[in-house]
């Protein structure tokens, strides 16, 4: 039985499902009936899958609650693509991986989206909780595949996935080249596997914390709308490590933190950095474009509503030591 894009539905629980005639949802459909839909006249059919599950449900539960879900070479979810998918977004409540190595790379364990076309996907591993990935499947046929990937067995790891074939029509679908997509007027940005717990194991140095992953990628942050002129950006604060790229940052007792302070444009273009374009540090001038550096300024302004990330495929070379990432908060700038 096909059912063509049934509406979407709220299960109980506060998960979403799919509208189906009653008796085809676990008969048919391999899901979960969870509650009632369209008037009582259907029942709202959930999609929870784990290792070697597929689905071709919109919406997509995806864990670790299998006993090989850790097990070499990997734990796959294959989803046939829904009608008029254009992007998929993974919704990541748990994302709890093995840390990256000393250089930053994902290498025991880590997440993936394959079957997208397009550039090389990105490796997500460490603590990414609360995360989420955009991936866009404009010209890909699928089927499509989220693997968490292990090189040797991880006890102890989990996940929890939510997986939405995003339609082509959903206002909540990102523009192209975005990697994720904030949809909320403001927020907080962390850079993935940024946590303010330490590591195991630690960073090498055995700063507090998690280590910054040697990953690409673009944030976008959906337009405010009219009255909204890009974005302002400011450090979170309380967090003495909310913005390391570069550097070494051993305390010294004769060096108070942050050592490399900011930096801009000229003084980091091929070690980690943020673009943030025609970026304007509150007090200055003239905007810059990149950042880098242990310290972001108070404030910096763009028209622009994405930052785009850029990591140079290893730390211990620059002697970028414990460097943690990101945590930054957005606000839309009024015009
Ligand atoms: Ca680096």
Partial sequence: MIVVNPKSCNATGGQTGACLPIFTCATKFAGTVKGKCSLGLGECCVFERSCGGESAGRVTYFSSSASDATTAPA??????????????????????????????????????????GGAEPL??????????????????????????????????????????????????????????????ASGSVKSFNYDTAAATPTQPDGNPGSRHLQESYTICVKEGGSG??????????????????????IPDPLIPLPIFRTATDGLCPFTDHLVIPEGLVRGEANPST???????????????????????????????????????????RSC
């Fill in 228 to 249: 909204s002129c890009g974005l302002e950006w400011t450090p979170a604060a309380g967090e003495d490590y909310a913005f390391t790229l570069t550097g070494y940052l």
């Fill in 123 to 184: 490796k997500i591993c460490g603590k990414n909780s609360g995360q989420h990935l955009v991936v866009d499947t404009r010209g890909a046929a699928g089927p499509f595949t989220v693997s968490v990937i292990n090189s040797q067995a991880n006890p102890g790891t989990s996940w929890n996935l939510e997986v939405e074939q995003v339609a082509c029509d959903s206002p909540n679908l990102a523009p192209t080249g975005c990697d994720q997509y904030y949809l909320e």
């Fill in 290 to 332: 990149v950042f880098c550096g242990s310290l972001f300024p108070e404030a910096v302004t763009s028209p622009s509503y994405r930052v785009t990330v850029v990591a140079n495929n290893g730390e211990v070379a620059d002697n970028d030591i414990d460097n943690r990432g990101f945590h930054l908060l957005y606000n839309q």
């Fill in 75 to 116: 734990c796959s979810l294959t989803l046939t693509k829904a009608t008029n998918t254009c992007q998929l977004r993974v919704e990541m409540p748990t994302l709890e991986l093995a840390e990256p190595n000393a250089e930053g790379l994902c290498e025991q364990q880590y997440l993936e989206v394959t079957g997208a």
